[in-house]
DNA sequence: TATGAATGAGGTTTCATTCAT
DNA sequence: TATGAATGAAACCTCATTCAT
């Protein structure tokens, strides 16, 4: 069996029109941008947006080195020339694109955690929504592909642990520590490895690639269920 | 810059000695085949393991794609052409090479577990296992490849999944139940999701893999302290 | 002595010039295309005839699984890729040139037969044309080159059979039975069997490609002498 | 589709015993070869029979670039090693078999026509013969393999036409001189085009390996017909 | 700026040939 | 003499990258 497939959701009617149509369209339109039709710049950052768009979706399905930069195109819905308008060569789209669709993750980390109520429900919050956000989406993915790609593009695995995971795991320290303080969480050792704070939460990840067809996970309750372990149980409403 | 650096480790000196050396000493000793030099069917075992420990490292190092079977072929000291004598082709041999390293993983979870003590000894006893001979190994990394490769190669997440994970799963609930009716455990929710009790483990192979050179990482004391989580803390000796 | 000799014909200075010469002839005259000068789509028909050309030469020198594509490629000027934009593989190559080369032919047998004259001029018109045509040139070679490689073609001597082999033998059938009915020829039994008026001149493909370095062969006069013996003798002139 | 199908018709069965049987057979029969077993030459024979065998089929069924000297060894029940102590090389082998092969025809055509009869009862003979015995059976694919290979076997084809070609060019020639001189031949030409009387059979030759499961073809009252139109019609009986 | 035909290095796979047993 | 595991050159094919248009 070739492992080597279809190129994972053709561009089916994504194809965003063919040149000359759009051609036609802006030129009619664009002399003095009156019709609010995009501009050069405006169109070169939607094909640039198409085209990190595409080659995530075919990098997650694939990896980095079984995707061709062809499908990537086509997906997009551009030549493949244009691909190196935008990017240098295959390798450094890679990194590029994984440090922007880190970007959202890495905000969320910075957010300087709201805070309005218990420590609990801080985490229970930052939870969902990571889960709700990334798990159970594409984004998951990226995690994913981190872990697989990772060991081959040690700037990638260095950047995510600076930007993400080491944010990360401090923002989690800062809130044990504040539930420690507060009296909503027992083990004091628990600031020393933030990790077992977030791990379910990953394996939510993993399991929704690999596993969820063979039995899917609720990721959000296993995490209630956890959190229950670490500030004790609640009380059944 | 270009991905594919160096064959990592070239078969520096581990060439089994040339053909004509190795035929030299079998000459003198193998009449009878007395001194119990390797025999026929002996040195073609000896050269699948070769080729299979080889491949194993290739591939755990660079992802299937990006393996070339001549890197394979150097490191395992034999031409590229021998591997076809052991391998339909790429795809078999790394599915097969999974299967086969996964074995002694199965193994272990195959093992009755013996619980002469208490059910958190059983299953620290298990973490230590697990942490100590897949998470700090590369064996750990085999756990890595699936997650990384498992998505394109579905037959070989749904031969771990049924293999490993969902025997693995239900052990533990098992475990987790009999802690529940011996006192042990007071959450009964946690027989919902196994998974919870391992995930500090498989957080733990990640990490060795990803960040271990920035920031070690001690997975027993992190399973130890996640367990105090769970079955109440230890009292400090 | 390995089979495998040079490219049979290297691309002897055929190779259409370098890519960056024909670029600058084309941009001296393109701009408006006015000199003529070959467009992209002009090129890329010429480059795919010289595949063909060059491959058609490659495969009945040396029969398809002798043939390599690198050779085809370097004769016809271009890189080995290049082939297959034009061609899926090589099998499908060597499918799709028999067929295109078996167009003249087919035309040829589907031309409505002029006869002006006797039947005996229309045979002798048509063979002359045949052996003219085909048996001592190339394409001859590709009436041999389907009975050698016919038999691991079936798709291919099925296509033959259907576009050549039976029309040629019912034309060949409908001019027999005027004929007997015009009393040219007086044996009934020769419309059962069409073959015996083209065997003489199939003969002769077979021997120009074989025996001609040997022993040359005048194949018009031996269709005279064989038209001869089914209509009759001619007057000595 | 790759062309390269099953070793065409494996050894099924045919494997004439294992090397291990075989052994123990002959070490009780051979010290002095009492019970008439086969002594070691007269079973170097028998293998390098199978193998002339074996490999015919092959050749015939593949042509000669595309067959695997593999497939040969398989098909006669030897190690791929064996052919190597009978034949110096694929190539050598090739021609060796085809002169062999040829022998038979070469016989026939040497035998000094009995010519007990007429002369088309001669020829008629020979023709049924032909038919029978080659162009009914593998032996005509040898015919077609020179046809094939005849090319870029240079050698083959010059000795297919020294012995085979121009042998039977001359035997038919004095055989059609004394029909002429007999009066059972009217037409003097045909002395000159001797291929002209066997070209019918060859033409079955081709057909009977291309077109017979299409149509098939009566060769033998083919070449009644094609005979009335040289010696004059037969009175039906 | 965008295209996509063309390139050719490099990958997987095959197979004639060798040679230790 | 016979074996068949091993070899490695060479075949087919892919695809990142370039560049004339």
């Known amino acids: 069996m070739k492992q080597r497939t ?16 759009r051609a036609k369209v802006s030129k009619v339109v664009s002399p003095t941008n009156a019709g609010n039709g995009p501009n050069r710049a405006e169109r070169a950052a939607e094909r640039r947006a198409a085209i990190v768009e595409a080659a995530m979706q075919e990098f997650v399905a694939r990896g980095f080195a079984a995707t061709r930069l062809d499908d990537i195109a086509k997906r997009a819905g551009v030549a493949k020339g244009t691909i190196y308008l935008h990017f240098k060569d ?5 990194e590029e694109l994984i440090r922007t669709a880190l970007v959202p993750l890495i905000d969320r980390m910075a957010s300087p955690a709201p805070l309005n109520g218990s420590v609990r429900e801080a985490v229970e919050g930052f939870a969902q929504m990571f889960i709700r956000e990334v798990a159970s989406t594409p984004r998951g993915d990226i ?3 981190i872990m697989a790609e990772g060991p081959r593009f040690p700037e990638i695995a260095d950047f995510y642990f600076r930007e993400v995971v080491s944010r990360g795991v401090a923002g989690m320290r800062a809130l044990i520590e504040l539930g420690i303080t507060r009296g909503e969480i027992h083990n004091k050792e628990l600031a020393r490895y933030p990790q077992i ?3 379910p939460a990953l394996i939510a ?6 596993f969820s067809r063979h039995s899917p996970l609720d990721a959000i309750e296993m995490f209630r269920v956890h959190l229950d372990l670490i500030f004790g149980e609640r009380r059944t409403t």
């Open 205 to 210: 990840v993993i399991w929704q690639s690999l």
């Open 90 to 94: 295959k390798e450094s789209m890679f």
């Open 6 to 21: 279809k190129p994972s959701v053709p561009s089916k009617g994504r194809r965003p029109a063919s040149r000359a149509a």
């Open 143 to 145: 995690v994913r592909l």
């Open 197 to 199: 704070m977030v791990a």
